[in-house]
C-alpha cells in the first residue's frame, strides 16, 4: 500500500510545481503587458498635447523652437498673426525665389486649422522629404513637394505650383496619394505685398 500511495504523492508534487511556474509566468505575461500598455499610452498622450512652453526640437526641420514660460511665444513681435514657419528657408535651395516663399506662407495662413489665434499655429517642413521637379526654364508652372506636420500633430503632404518670380498655389492632402483637401487658390504680388506690408 505504501508503493501505491508514493506515486501519487509525487504527481500531486509535480502538479503544484507545474502550477507554482505556471503561475510566475502568468504574472511575468501581465506584468510586460500593463508595462507595455502604459508606455503604449504614455506616448499617445504625449502625441495629442502640444506643450507651447519651454523649448521644442522639432524634428522635421531640425530647427529649435524657444518659448520661455511666462515669456512672449518666438512669433510674438515678427508676423503675430500668422503662423510659426518651421524649414520654410530649405526651399530657397530648390530655386524658390524670397517673394514665392512668402507667397507659400500666406498660402499656408489660409488653411483654417491655422487660422485659430487661440491655439498654437505652426507649420514644419520635414526638410528631408523636399522634392522639387527639374526647372524648365520653358514651362510656365514648376512645382515643389514636401511632407508637413501642422501644429505638431497633422501630417500632410504639400505640393506648390510656382511661376514668375512671385506666383504661387498650394495644394494640401492627407498623404501624397489622396485627393487635395485643400486649395489656396493663386497667390501673387498683391498678396505677398500685403504679407510684407505686415511685417514692416
Not at 500632410?156 to 514668375?164: E, L, N, R
Amino acid at each position: 500500500m505504501q508503493s501505491t500511495k508514493q506515486p501519487l504523492n509525487n504527481t500531486s508534487t509535480q502538479q503544484s510545481s507545474d502550477n507554482h511556474i505556471r503561475n510566475r509566468i502568468l504574472l511575468v505575461i501581465v506584468i510586460f503587458a500593463v508595462t507595455g500598455l502604459l508606455i503604449f499610452l504614455q506616448a499617445n498622450t504625449r502625441k495629442s498635447r502640444v506643450d507651447t512652453t519651454g523649448t521644442y526640437d522639432d524634428p522635421g526641420s531640425g530647427e529649435t523652437v524657444s518659448n520661455p514660460k511666462d515669456k512672449a511665444p518666438e512669433y510674438v513681435g515678427s508676423l503675430s498673426d500668422m503662423p510659426l514657419y518651421l524649414g520654410f528657408s530649405k526651399l530657397l535651395d530648390y530655386g524658390i525665389t524670397q517673394d514665392q516663399l512668402d507667397g507659400i506662407k500666406v498660402a499656408f495662413s489660409k488653411y483654417p486649422e491655422l487660422q485659430d489665434a487661440n491655439s498654437a499655429r505652426e507649420v514644419s517642413i520635414f526638410v528631408d522629404t523636399i522634392t522639387g521637379q527639374e526647372v524648365d526654364a520653358e514651362a510656365p508652372t514648376q512645382s515643389i513637394s514636401f511632407s508637413v506636420n501642422i501644429n505638431r500633430q497633422k501630417k500632410m503632404f504639400a505640393t506648390v505650383s510656382y511661376s514668375g518670380l512671385s506666383n504661387v498655389q498650394l495644394y494640401l492632402r492627407n498623404d501624397y496619394k489622396s485627393d487635395v483637401v485643400f486649395d489656396s487658390g493663386p497667390i501673387g504680388t498683391t498678396e505677398v505685398n500685403e504679407f510684407n506690408d505686415i511685417g514692416d
